[in-house]
Every structure is written in structure tokens, then in C-alpha cells.
């Protein structure tokens, strides 16, 4: 395999995620799923906001209206396989990468441009999670585990999917897709500083 081949990794991330990561969520359980619900959680509520501001915007709409309940089954889930396990769902804490990643947006830009971007760090967030996922469902020694990210990972590549077809509805695809490359190049600047830890998501 070629080097810059190597570098790619689940639904074209630039970088792959530190293998430690899954080895030290595998010791972080409560941490994992506590942190895994409240990702859950924000991921209906910022549908939810995208819907009250593109209201305007019927496919968007159409599009995110069922997202919203599948993105609040997922925090269900995720609270029910805690009570399976003994575990309480704890209190949420701060999310460096989505801090981080926020970060990387311009100032004084247009609201298309803004709109743009909101799609396309959807779209970054739901790959990540994905590839996390997918770690998830191919290395947790627990049979149960496995099959229970690997409905995760599922649902996060077809989000990802959508929020880029949405970014393709409302703007050219070649502008969509160097923007794309951005956060892409961004995403993964920023990853190379981030503390491996087992108790996030990301």
C-alpha cells in the first residue's frame, strides 16, 4: 500500500484514530458509554436546531426530521445498555474535539458559507464516529458489544452520506468538495495534538 493511501482511513479521514483508543475504551466502559449517550443526545439537539434554522429549506427538512428520532433511539439505546450492565449514565464533560473542531470555522463569513460548513462538520463528526465505531464493533472482546456498534456504525455512514448529498443539494459540488478537503486537512492537523483518551467518543 502506497504512504498516501495508508493515511486514509473509514469514509475518507485523513487519519486514521490512535489504536490505543479502542484498547483504553475496552477499560473505560462507563466512561465510553456515558460519553457515547451524550454524543447521542447533542446529535438530536444540533438536528433539531439545523431544522429551526433552515426551516426554509424543505429538503433539508424532509431530510433531518427522522434523524432526530433516530438520533434520540440511539441515546435510548445507549442509556439501556448502561442499566443492562449496572452502569448509571454519569455527567456529561467537555468534548475537546468538537471544541477543537469548532475552532476551525471562519469568522465574518456569509450564511451560505456558514451553512456550508455546518453540513460539512456534521458530515466529519458522523465519519469519525463511524471509524470509532467500527473499532468498537472489531476489537471489544464482549460478543454483545460488538453487535451494539456495529448498528452504530451503520447508522453513522448513513448520516454522513446524507449531510454531504444535503451539501450537494444547496451548493456546487465542486465548491462542496474542496471545502470538504478543508476540514478533511484540518480535522486531522488537529487529532495529531489530541490526548489519547478511552473515556470519549472522539
Not at 498516501?4 to 484514530?17: I, R, S
Not at 456498534?149 to 462542496?176: G, I
Request: with cysteine; glycine share 4%.
Amino acid at each position: 500500500m502506497k504512504s498516501t493511501e495508508a493515511t486514509k482511513t473509514v469514509l475518507g479521514l485523513n487519519l486514521p484514530t490512535d489504536p490505543r483508543w479502542v484498547d483504553l475504551a475496552a477499560m473505560s466502559l462507563q466512561d465510553i458509554l456515558t460519553d457515547h449517550a451524550f454524543c447521542e443526545q447533542k446529535a438530536a439537539s444540533t438536528m433539531i436546531s439545523m431544522v429551526q434554522m433552515h426551516s426554509d429549506k424543505p429538503e433539508l427538512v424532509e431530510a433531518l426530521a427522522p434523524v432526530v428520532t433516530e438520533e434520540w433511539g440511539h441515546f435510548r439505546m445507549v442509556l439501556a445498555e448502561l442499566k443492562k450492565r449496572g452502569l448509571t449514565l454519569g455527567l456529561q464533560r467537555p468534548d475537546d474535539y468538537i471544541k477543537t473542531l469548532m475552532k476551525g470555522k471562519p469568522k465574518g463569513e456569509s450564511r451560505d458559507f456558514l451553512f456550508l460548513d455546518q453540513l460539512l462538520i456534521c458530515a466529519l463528526i458522523e465519519a469519525r464516529s463511524c471509524e470509532r465505531f467500527k473499532m468498537l464493533s472489531q476489537n471489544l472482546e464482549d460478543e454483545d458489544l460488538q453487535k451494539f456498534y456495529h448498528q452504530f456504525m451503520v447508522a453513522e455512514a448513513s448520516h454522513y452520506k446524507l449531510f454531504l448529498d444535503l451539501s450537494k443539494t444547496y451548493f456546487p459540488e465542486d465548491r462542496v468538495m474542496k471545502r470538504w478537503q478543508y476540514w478533511l486537512a484540518y480535522e486531522a492537523d488537529f487529532m495529531k495534538t489530541l490526548e489519547v483518551r478511552g473515556d470519549r467518543m472522539h
